[in-house]
């Protein structure tokens, strides 16, 4: 049986991380070490903690054991909610936020921002169009030119991107 070492903000060294989840998917060390293309006496001492292996072996530990690289530069527990679970938590926290901290909160979790994109085309009901980098950038200076001839001009999604952008630019530049 594998003991449970994930906690709730708690930690695991590398090799604890890549021994665990070798173990959860079954695996023998010669097994993971061949498909990772290193020696198993490689593969050991990287579970020894001996020493660590290198970037690229680590995003192949990750396809292997099926854990983010995250999880195992990080020690730290990626933890996925069944949906129902999650959909009820985001809904009743959300309630007391803003549109723009829910956009920032899901930016800063989300290790993929293209995935994340992608899979939100799929799920959307909007155009495309609304969703496309340069269609917004056009949109956007077609809005601005507007709202100078019309300062009370208001649209709420477009503030929200122009607020996001400014913030995303701030973040950056620290």
């Known amino acids: 049986m594998i003991k449970q070492k994930f906690k709730l903000g708690g930690k695991m060294a590398l090799n604890d991380v890549i021994k665990d989840a070798r173990l959860k998917g079954n695996l023998k060390q010669e097994d993971a070490a061949k498909l990772v293309g290193v020696t ?8 020894n903690g001996k020493t660590e292996p290198k970037a690229s072996q680590i995003a192949k530990l990750s396809e292997i054991l099926s854990v983010s690289t ?3 530069c990080t020690g730290i527990k990626s933890k996925k909610l069944e949906l129902i679970e999650f959909m009820k938590m985001v809904s009743e926290i959300s309630r007391g936020t803003s549109d723009f901290e829910l956009q920032m909160a899901i930016w800063e979790s989300i290790d993929d921002d293209y995935r994340f994109i992608d ?3 799929n799920h959307s009901s909007i155009p495309d169009r609304y969703l496309m980098a340069d269609d917004r950038d056009i949109e956007m ?3 601005e030119a507007e709202k100078q001839n019309n300062p009370d001009l208001y649209n709420e999604r477009l503030e929200m991107l122009k607020d996001a952008q400014v913030a995303y630019e701030n973040r950056t530049n620290k």
């Not at 198993?40 to 579970?47: A, L």
């Open 40 to 47: 198993v006496q490689t593969y050991s001492k990287w579970e």
């Open 70 to 72: 995250h999880e195992i």
């Open 119 to 121: 899979n939100l085309r």
């Open 141 to 143: 200076e077609r809005y």
